[in-house]
Protein backbone atom coordinates (compact mmCIF):
# COMPACT_ATOMS: atom_id res chain seq x y z
CA UNK A 1 0.00 0.00 0.00
CA UNK A 2 1.48 3.14 -1.32
CA UNK A 3 0.44 6.36 0.53
CA UNK A 4 -0.23 9.63 -1.98
CA UNK A 5 1.91 12.22 -1.83
CA UNK A 6 1.09 15.39 -2.02
CA UNK A 7 2.30 18.50 -4.09
CA UNK A 8 5.58 19.90 -3.10
CA UNK A 9 5.43 23.57 -2.50
CA UNK A 10 6.75 24.96 -5.37
CA UNK A 11 4.46 22.12 -7.19
CA UNK A 12 1.71 23.89 -5.74
CA UNK A 13 2.79 27.63 -6.39
CA UNK A 14 3.29 26.09 -10.28
CA UNK A 15 -0.23 24.77 -9.87
CA UNK A 16 -1.60 28.13 -8.50
CA UNK A 17 0.36 30.19 -11.63
CA UNK A 18 -1.61 28.03 -13.74
CA UNK A 19 -4.98 29.02 -12.57
CA UNK A 20 -4.05 32.57 -13.07
CA UNK A 21 -2.74 32.08 -16.49
CA UNK A 22 -5.50 30.08 -18.19
CA UNK A 23 -8.48 32.40 -16.77
CA UNK A 24 -6.66 35.63 -16.82
CA UNK A 25 -9.03 36.78 -14.62
CA UNK A 26 -8.79 38.55 -11.09
CA UNK A 27 -9.95 36.30 -8.06
CA UNK A 28 -10.87 36.83 -4.50
CA UNK A 29 -8.73 34.12 -2.17
CA UNK A 30 -12.01 32.58 -1.39
CA UNK A 31 -12.42 31.64 -5.18
CA UNK A 32 -8.61 30.80 -5.40
CA UNK A 33 -9.65 28.31 -2.48
CA UNK A 34 -12.50 26.67 -4.50
CA UNK A 35 -10.16 26.30 -7.22
CA UNK A 36 -7.34 25.09 -5.92
CA UNK A 37 -8.48 21.13 -4.98
CA UNK A 38 -9.45 20.88 -8.57
CA UNK A 39 -5.35 21.58 -9.08
CA UNK A 40 -4.57 19.36 -6.76
CA UNK A 41 -3.73 22.05 -3.85
CA UNK A 42 -5.49 21.46 -0.70
CA UNK A 43 -8.05 24.88 0.30
CA UNK A 44 -6.12 25.07 3.60
CA UNK A 45 -2.67 25.71 2.18
CA UNK A 46 -4.04 27.87 -1.04
CA UNK A 47 -3.65 31.42 1.14
CA UNK A 48 0.29 30.27 2.05
CA UNK A 49 0.75 29.58 -1.62
CA UNK A 50 -0.91 32.63 -2.68
CA UNK A 51 1.28 34.53 -0.36
CA UNK A 52 4.38 33.40 -1.56
CA UNK A 53 3.81 33.88 -5.23
CA UNK A 54 3.01 37.69 -3.99
CA UNK A 55 6.23 37.77 -1.95
CA UNK A 56 8.51 36.70 -4.95
CA UNK A 57 6.08 39.14 -7.12
CA UNK A 58 4.82 36.47 -9.16
CA UNK A 59 1.01 37.45 -8.28
CA UNK A 60 -0.26 40.90 -7.59
CA UNK A 61 -2.28 41.86 -5.12
CA UNK A 62 -4.59 44.92 -4.71
CA UNK A 63 -7.22 45.59 -1.85
CA UNK A 64 -10.40 47.54 -3.21
CA UNK A 65 -12.75 48.58 -0.69
CA UNK A 66 -12.93 45.48 1.73
CA UNK A 67 -11.78 43.00 -0.83
CA UNK A 68 -8.19 41.97 -1.83
CA UNK A 69 -8.29 40.69 -5.70
CA UNK A 70 -5.33 38.46 -6.68
CA UNK A 71 -3.93 38.51 -10.22
CA UNK A 72 -1.12 37.01 -12.51
CA UNK A 73 -0.75 37.70 -16.34
CA UNK A 74 1.19 35.36 -18.66
CA UNK A 75 3.04 39.14 -20.01
CA UNK A 76 3.52 40.32 -16.20
CA UNK A 77 5.91 37.28 -15.54
CA UNK A 78 7.65 37.49 -18.93
CA UNK A 79 8.38 41.57 -18.38
CA UNK A 80 9.70 40.37 -14.99
CA UNK A 81 12.12 38.17 -16.44
CA UNK A 82 13.25 40.20 -19.24
CA UNK A 83 13.62 43.00 -16.53
CA UNK A 84 15.84 40.03 -14.12
CA UNK A 85 17.58 39.11 -17.54
CA UNK A 86 18.77 42.97 -18.10
CA UNK A 87 19.54 42.71 -14.42
CA UNK A 88 22.00 40.15 -14.47
CA UNK A 89 23.21 41.06 -18.13
CA UNK A 90 24.61 44.35 -16.49
CA UNK A 91 25.75 42.79 -13.21
CA UNK A 92 28.00 41.05 -15.00
CA UNK A 93 29.18 43.48 -17.38
CA UNK A 94 30.25 45.52 -14.49
CA UNK A 95 31.47 42.46 -12.70
CA UNK A 96 33.82 41.90 -16.26
CA UNK A 97 34.54 45.50 -15.72
CA UNK A 98 35.55 45.09 -12.37
CA UNK A 99 37.75 42.27 -12.66
CA UNK A 100 39.44 44.14 -16.09
CA UNK A 101 40.39 47.10 -13.34
CA UNK A 102 41.97 44.86 -10.60
CA UNK A 103 43.59 42.88 -13.49
CA UNK A 104 45.32 45.85 -14.80
CA UNK A 105 46.23 46.85 -11.13
CA UNK A 106 47.60 43.91 -10.00
CA UNK A 107 50.06 44.30 -13.17
CA UNK A 108 50.72 47.90 -12.67
CA UNK A 109 51.73 46.63 -8.69
CA UNK A 110 53.90 43.80 -10.35
CA UNK A 111 55.86 46.08 -12.63
CA UNK A 112 58.87 46.95 -10.70
CA UNK A 113 58.86 43.83 -8.53
CA UNK A 114 60.54 41.58 -10.97
CA UNK A 115 62.42 38.31 -10.03
CA UNK A 116 66.15 39.16 -9.84
CA UNK A 117 68.97 38.49 -7.62
CA UNK A 118 69.19 42.55 -5.93
CA UNK A 119 65.24 41.90 -5.23
CA UNK A 120 65.98 38.66 -3.59
CA UNK A 121 69.26 39.67 -1.60
CA UNK A 122 66.85 42.97 0.03
CA UNK A 123 63.84 40.53 0.66
CA UNK A 124 66.25 38.49 2.67
CA UNK A 125 67.89 41.39 4.59
CA UNK A 126 64.40 42.72 5.03
CA UNK A 127 63.21 39.33 6.49
CA UNK A 128 66.46 39.46 8.85
CA UNK A 129 65.95 43.31 9.93
CA UNK A 130 62.49 42.17 11.12
CA UNK A 131 63.20 39.35 12.91
CA UNK A 132 65.95 41.84 14.45
CA UNK A 133 63.37 43.92 15.46
CA UNK A 134 61.09 41.51 16.98
CA UNK A 135 63.95 40.27 18.58
CA UNK A 136 64.69 43.85 20.34
CA UNK A 137 60.99 44.43 21.07
CA UNK A 138 60.58 41.51 23.03
CA UNK A 139 63.52 42.30 24.88
CA UNK A 140 62.44 46.20 25.43
CA UNK A 141 59.35 44.43 27.26
CA UNK A 142 61.10 42.78 30.40
CA UNK A 143 62.96 45.76 30.91
CA UNK A 144 59.45 47.47 30.96
CA UNK A 145 59.28 47.24 34.61
CA UNK A 146 62.16 49.39 34.93
CA UNK A 147 61.28 52.07 32.48
CA UNK A 148 61.73 55.77 33.54
CA UNK A 149 58.75 56.50 31.84
CA UNK A 150 56.24 53.39 33.04
CA UNK A 151 57.90 54.67 36.92
CA UNK A 152 56.87 58.15 36.52
CA UNK A 153 53.43 56.94 35.20
CA UNK A 154 53.13 55.11 38.77
CA UNK A 155 54.20 57.65 41.08
CA UNK A 156 51.08 59.97 39.10
CA UNK A 157 48.75 57.42 39.62
CA UNK A 158 49.52 57.19 43.05
CA UNK A 159 49.34 60.42 43.77
CA UNK A 160 45.72 60.53 42.22
CA UNK A 161 44.95 57.44 44.32
CA UNK A 162 45.86 58.55 47.05
CA UNK A 163 43.79 62.56 46.51
CA UNK A 164 41.12 60.66 45.51
CA UNK A 165 41.01 58.53 48.91
CA UNK A 166 41.19 61.97 50.83
CA UNK A 167 38.52 63.32 49.07
CA UNK A 168 35.90 60.65 49.27
CA UNK A 169 36.89 59.90 53.18
CA UNK A 170 37.34 63.65 54.28
CA UNK A 171 40.51 62.09 56.14
CA UNK A 172 42.32 65.65 56.34
CA UNK A 173 39.28 67.77 57.95
CA UNK A 174 38.70 65.46 60.87
CA UNK A 175 42.25 64.46 61.27
CA UNK A 176 44.17 67.18 60.61
CA UNK A 177 44.83 68.39 63.99
CA UNK A 178 46.88 65.13 64.58
CA UNK A 179 49.49 65.97 62.41
Known amino acids: MSKKRGLSLEEKREQILQIFYESQDFFLLRELEKLGPRKGVVSQTVKDVVQSLVDD ?3 SKDKIGSS ?3 WSLPSCAGNQLRNAYSKL ?3 IASSKKRFDELVQQRDSLKKGREESDEREAALVGLK ?3 EQYNALKDEMA ?9 IEAMKDATDVAHAATNRWTGWNHRFSGLY
Open 57 to 59: DLV
Open 68 to 70: VYF
Open 89 to 91: ESD
Open 128 to 130: AIE
Open 142 to 150: LYADNDPAV
